[in-house]
C-alpha cells in the first residue's frame, strides 16, 4: 500500500490482518473482533478476497480455479481488484462511515505481496489498481503476523476445515511463498506506524494478548 494514498474521512476504525499461509490471520481477526465487540463497539468482521455475495464468488473463481486453461497473474489480478470493489463498496464503506470498526481478513497488502512480490505484476499497476478498489479506505492498523513458510505449510495441513484440500496458492512452491514474505516485510518496513509486526511461530494466546494490548490503546 503506498504511503501517499489519500485517505477517506469517516468514523470508524479500519483494523486488516496480512501474513503468508497458516499464520494464523482468520483466528485473531475473529479473536480480537469478540473482544472488541465485548468492549461495547460495533464491529463488521469480514475478508478478502471475498465479504459480499458476488465478491466470495469472485474468492472462489481466483482459489479454486481448475479449468483447462491457466489463469493468467494478470487475470488474477484483476478478479481479486473486482471483488475489493464490491466489498468497499457494499460493505467497508458503509460500515466505516456509521462508526463500526471493520476487522478484514486480508486487504491491499496481500495484493501488493501475492500478485506483485510473487508474481512479479509491475508494481505501479498494483498501486493504481488498489488505489481505485480501496476507493481511499485506508487500513488505520494493520497486524503482520510473520511466520517461515515452511512452517506456515505444515500448518496449513494440520487445519481440519481444509480436509487436506489445498487452494492454488497454498499448492505453490516454497520460493514464491519466500517471496510473499520478502514482500510483506518489505511492506512493514516502509509503513511501521501503520503495521505492527507479529511474530506467528508463538502460542496462539500468546500472540492474541500482544494483538489485544496494541489495539485496546488505539481503538476507543
Not at 9 to 28: A, C, L, V
Not at 95 to 121: E, H, N
Not at 209 to 214: C, G, H, L, S, V
Request: overall charge neutral; proline content about 5%.
Amino acid at each position: 500500500m503506498e504511503n501517499n494514498t489519500a485517505k477517506q474521512r469517516y468514523k470508524g476504525f479500519f483494523i486488516t490482518f496480512e501474513g503468508p499461509e497458516g499464520s494464523g490471520k482468520s483466528t485473531q481477526a475473529r479473536k480480537l473482533a469478540e473482544f472488541l465487540t465485548a468492549k461495547g463497539r460495533e464491529v463488521l468482521l469480514t475478508r478478502e478476497p471475498g465479504g459480499t455475495p458476488l465478491a466470495e464468488l469472485l474468492r472462489k473463481l481466483v482459489k479454486n480455479f481448475e479449468g483447462e486453461e491457466v489463469m493468467h497473474a494478470d487475470t488474477e489480478l484483476l478478479l481479486i481488484e473486482a471483488a475489493r470493489v464490491q466489498h468497499v463498496q457494499e460493505k467497508i464503506l458503509p460500515a466505516l462511515q456509521s462508526g463500526k470498526v471493520v476487522i478484514c481478513d486480508r486487504f491491499a497488502d496481500s495484493t501488493t505481496a501475492y500478485q506483485g512480490g510473487a508474481r512479479g505484476i509491475d508494481p505501479d499497476s498494483i498501486a493504481f489498481l488498489n488505489r481505485l478498489a480501496m476507493a481511499q479506505c485506508v487500513p488505520d492498523l494493520t497486524f503482520l503476523l510473520d511466520l517461515p513458510p515452511n512452517i506456515g505449510f505444515a500448518r496449513a495441513n494440520e487445519r481440519k476445515e481444509t480436509k487436506g484440500e489445498h487452494d492454488r496458492f497454498e499448492e505453490e512452491q516454497l520460493n514464491f511463498h519466500l517471496r510473499v514474505r520478502n514482500a510483506f516485510l518489505a511492506i512493514a518496513e516502509r509503513e511501521p506506524s501503520r503495521m505492527r509486526l507479529i511474530n506467528a511461530d508463538r502460542d496462539p494466546d500468546t500472540i492474541y494478548q500482544e494483538i489485544r494490548a496494541i489495539a485496546d490503546k488505539l481503538v476507543r
